[in-house]
């Protein structure tokens, strides 16, 4: 006679990765009923421990919990897009915990097959932040309120990526290039803050961010500073010096609205050193200083 097996038994529990068992089977005892239709999903996360908390952390925050229990259980895609992420990423899963709704998300059946436009990410980000996609010069208009609407759009496009990389098995090249449109677009967004907070000088400068080291390749990662160089000229009708200072302004302003710290958590550190001079040079430069630099004192390796 053949003995059935407690799927929710210690052992059955360490066989599927759980590193305490005892927890672990207390937490699925509060799943309504879902924790063997979910058992085999949470055992094929990075971490099935983390992902079983992360999503008693996001019920708990929900105010539709039965909706995303019973999603969970009728849909194995979107079970496995909200599980592997819960079970990968604590930023992540304490994002989805302060933003509930938003587990909506992970229940696109198309983020399996469908990689996102760049155009269309920067144009969300620029969005979020109360700016206009469509201005050649695009400024955020929400105030104090820019930076964390920023951190928040940046993650739910961040969350989207990732639950398509660990369910969906997107290739190392094509994530990569994906977080490099990410941060493109991101750091677009900021400096549409920068302008906000510089105010009217800031149409006085033009100011060009370009991605260097894997940004600019399309080679980036999920844990990465980004690498730039900034090049200023002044607006038609406007003089060069106070032009260079509003473009530092700009610059500055850009870099503390991606490395700044809040409830939101942060973005990515952004890194100027390669620029000429690394951090002894002057963080903006014109394109005419840029060419002198390279084409006097350039190392290779430059």
Known sequence: ?????????????????????????DELDRLDG???????????????????????????????RHQLIQALVDDEGTAMRTLMVLGAS?????????????????????????RPAAYA????????????????????????LGPDALRVEYRRHLMRLASRDLAHHLGVDDASAELAD??????????????????????????????MGKCG???????????????????????ETPALKVATQLAAALMQVCSDQTSEGTIW?????????????????TLASHRGYYERWAKTWE
């Open 1 to 25: 006679m053949t003995r059935e097996v407690d799927a929710l038994s210690r052992q059955n529990l360490l066989r599927l990765g759980f590193r305490e068992p005892s927890r672990a089977r």
């Open 34 to 64: 879902a924790a063997e239709p979910l058992l085999a999903i949470l055992a094929r996360t990075a971490d099935p421990d983390q992902a079983l908390t992360g999503l008693l952390r996001l019920a708990a925050a929900a105010s539709d």
């Open 90 to 114: 604590q930023a992540l899963t304490d994002h989805l915990v302060r933003h509930p709704e938003q587990w909506h998300e992970l229940r696109d059946p198309d983020l399996g097959a469908t």
């Open 121 to 144: 990410v920067r144009g969300a980000l620029l969005a979020a932040v109360g700016a206009d996609p469509g201005d050649p010069r695009p400024t955020a208009s929400l105030g104090p």
């Open 182 to 211: 990410l941060a493109a677009g991101t750091l677009d967004a900021a400096l549409a803050i920068a302008r906000e907070r510089v105010g009217p000088a800031a149409a006085t400068a033009r100011l060009a961010v370009i991605a």
């Open 217 to 239: 390749g399309h080679e980036l990662n999920y844990v990465s500073d980004v690498d730039v160089i900034f090049v200023a000229e002044p607006a038609q009708g406007a003089e």
């Open 269 to 285: 550190p952004v890194d100027a050193a390669l620029r000429p001079e690394g951090k002894a040079g002057p963080l903006v430069r």
